[in-house]
């Protein structure tokens, strides 16, 4: 009862700090300094129509580079802390897939993957990116796996793309400091025609190999979850 | 505009730190933690909106000159991307500690782990 009390009590202190917060909110009418530069100068700079897009791979790769870093360090972790000791699997048969998951899955995995790269190479160009894609790759596994219980990722393929993809986003970043302005620099490419799908130098290639090694990481997250799974059956 | 972005980011943190203190249940907390998530990314892009802006992606309605008139803030919606992906990593940690945690006791009712409490 007092514990509910506390409960009510911190939710109703936060709502009214929300509250007075809202009062004194105004959407402002001009944008802040730096993002007036990027506004600006993105398309001459950098040469990528969207803005969000240069600023994540480019004005602040190495925070991306970063991003990539840590869901690397989540999916060695949650690999490494659901390990399973292949003792003799004593599996049970799983639960047939109903007919409908087993069509959708034959007949969507393709699509879903095509769709995905898609937004990763055109990441540059319109809404999406290199994370964007890779989650949607991932899904095309999550159907895969939910068709069949006992489809198996092929782990060497995986942890290939993803250590391949990572040291190439690392290499590409060298090369900026080689070629160009420094780390990550876009422009070891020529920045290419404004708007086309070969251009802003090598933000096509950095969101690429983004959007594999998201890919490969997430579906190496769900296999792990579905190893787990398959031993307690 | 902003208004209601606003009001739905406040809801949506409230109910999730609601579901974080209330629940009993490991998954229904994470599932809270999940919604104020959410609710917080909701809030940094309200704060980065001016006022009759566009996306900011460049295209023939924005030109490529005196952009800056035209458009959003783009960096809180940058930001945004690396808090989503953060807040991935953080859930699917958080679930494979549920699971170890129930492979240990059969239990996903947080009353049953009394080990660090005094």
Redesign the interface.
Known sequence: MIR?FF?IL??AG??GV?VSL?WE?G??????P???H???N???EVGA????TS??VTY?GL??LG?VT??F??AA??SF??KVEKKGQKMAPPRVSSEIILTASKLLVPVVLVLGIYVFVNGHL??G?G?QGGAIIATAFVLLLMANPRFELNHRIIAAVESVSGMAFVLVGVLGILLAGGFLDNKILPLGH?GKLFSAGAIPIIYSLVGLK?GSELSN?LSN?QD?QKD?L | METIALITSFVLILIGLYGILSQKNILKMIVGFSLFDTGLHVLIVTVGYIRGGTAPILDQVTGTSNVSDKIVDPIPQALVLTAIVIGLGVTALMLAYALKMYQEKQSLDIRDFKELKW
């Open positions: 509910n409960i911190i939710i936060l709502a929300f809202f909110f959407a402002s009418d001009t944008l802040t730096l993002a007036t990027y506004a600006n993105g398309a001459a129509p969207n803005l969000v600023i994540v602040r925070d991306t991003e840590i869901l360090l989540v972790i949650i802390f659901l319109t809404p990116g994370f404004f998201v997250i979850f787990v307690e």
